[in-house]
């Protein structure tokens, strides 16, 4: 299912995000589900898709693509996402081929966070592609032809995503970018994740009009400390003070309290303005459900 | 200027193990201005070498290594030294040490040489005593007419061509927290230029066989 037929029909669009474990997923009769999949098997009933990361933050794990066909496998709509970092043009092209050909629908094109921020920092950052320029390539293959314009024996079909980060300042070049992407075959959007209402009002006020699908982007917050670490170094977050000071107010153990109340306000105050919300719990997935609940949002 | 800086002496020392006679020789173009390899730099590394119990032969500074003609001169008249030493030790960049092969083998000595430096970019600004660095890539395919004249390719982590990623923070590079990001700084550029809508005309992607290497340039 693409979810841009969702988009078309429904008012508010829900995700969530997992990130592949470090390990192999082949399936064993003595092993329990992998994370990933317990993960997503969380939110299933709540979201319409779910995101399956590349080596997020240049942290080597497995491939998004057989975690996103796992999820397929247990009746979870995967949104596959694809990054610049680790491969050229060549390996882009075929793994965009792979996916469909493995039954993916919904593909979401970045740049990829660089290789110094993760754990093999010594690794030869690639970059042969730009997003804008991925996200033309995978338009051209959805037309049939490679970006050489050599025929495809059989074209693929997917929704084509894209990010965007409202925090950016000067917000006139992000959207800019923004423009590019949607002239390049950009289908729909998940924000970077915003916090400040404010700056929230003033990146949809101008992007609504361009005419396609934006959701919320939301990590959930676990502690003070993780915030406060989001800021210093996860490029574009900012979560405000008074968060920081609930969280600490709150101590640890009300921290899920914290984060469900915190977040689900924003979400109610935030998801009517756009076309639906995009979690990321890194890990907290189990918290997407009543947060969801909370804010009165729904899936369908 | 081809930027040097040392290797460790650990690495050095290790990689002239088997040589006891060593010739020491630098280069007085690009690692005399690096402080590397010039008059001064070539005579504290023959101490150096004595001092952990080698034979230093003698000590030549070719004009500049890269011309063969130059390292070639520098060696002549030196026969009975080079015949009797084990090593040479090239306080150059890469392509020094490999001219100084070639020279050697032009002259039909066969004698190891290592190199003393790790050659760290092609540094195209230089503030004399100061700081060298790097501003292009030589990327075969320039977009500077484009882009400011501020070059994407080598400011911008990521060489992104159709505008930044979303990672700078208060205008720093999420990569580098001391470096401008390149895209704000093109934008900021174009915008004073009053060029910013150029930037909305989508970049293809680079044809980067123009940087296979090794590459050449046909002189004359």
Known sequence: MKITDLFRIKKSVLTSEVGPVKGSVRPNPKSEKPKCLQEALAVRDYVDAVNVTDNQSAVMRLGSLPASVRLKESGIEPIYQITCRDRNRIALQSDILTAHSFGIDNILALTGDYTSLGDHRSAKPVFDLDSVQLIKIADGLKKGYDMMGHELTQAPDFALGAVVNPNFEPLDLQLLKMEKKIEAGAEFFQTQAVYDPRIFERFINIASGFGVPIQLGIVLVKSSKMAKFMNENVSGINVPENWIQEYDRAGTSKAKDVCVNLTSELVRELAPMCNGVHFMPLGWSSMVPEIIDKAGISKS | ?220
Request: hydrophobic share 35%; proline share 4%; with cysteine.
């Open chain 2, 1 to 220: 200027m081809i930027g040097t800086v040392y290797k460790p002496m650990d690495e050095i020392l290790s990689a002239l193990e088997d040589c006891e006679k060593v010739i020491v020789t630098g280069c007085n173009g690009c690692a005399k201005v690096c402080k590397t390899g010039g008059e001064p730099e070539i005579k504290s590394m023959s101490e150096k070498l004595e001092a952990a119990g080698k034979t230093v032969v003698t000590q030549l500074l070719p004009e500049r290594t890269c011309y063969i003609q130059h390292t070639t001169g520098a060696f002549q008249g030196h026969e009975d030294e080079i015949r009797s030493t084990d090593a040479f030790l090239v306080l150059g960049c890469g392509g020094a040490a490999q001219i100084t092969r070639q020279a050697l083998e032009e002259m039909g000595f066969l004698k190891p040489v290592k190199i003393g430096l790790d050659s760290v970019g092609h540094m195209d600004t230089v503030v004399a005593n100061k700081l060298a660095l790097e501003q292009c890539q030589e990327c075969g395919e320039c977009v500077l007419n484009e882009t400011g004249g501020i070059c994407p390719v080598t400011k911008c982590a990521k060489s992104l061509l159709n505008g930044p990623c979303g990672g700078a923070q208060n205008g720093k590079c999420e990569v580098d927290p001391e470096r401008d990001c390149a895209w704000i700084m093109i934008y900021e550029r174009m915008k004073a230029l009053g060029e910013v809508n150029k930037l909305k005309v989508y970049t293809a992607p680079k044809d980067y066989s123009k940087m296979n290497k090794p590459r050449r340039v046909v002189l004359g």
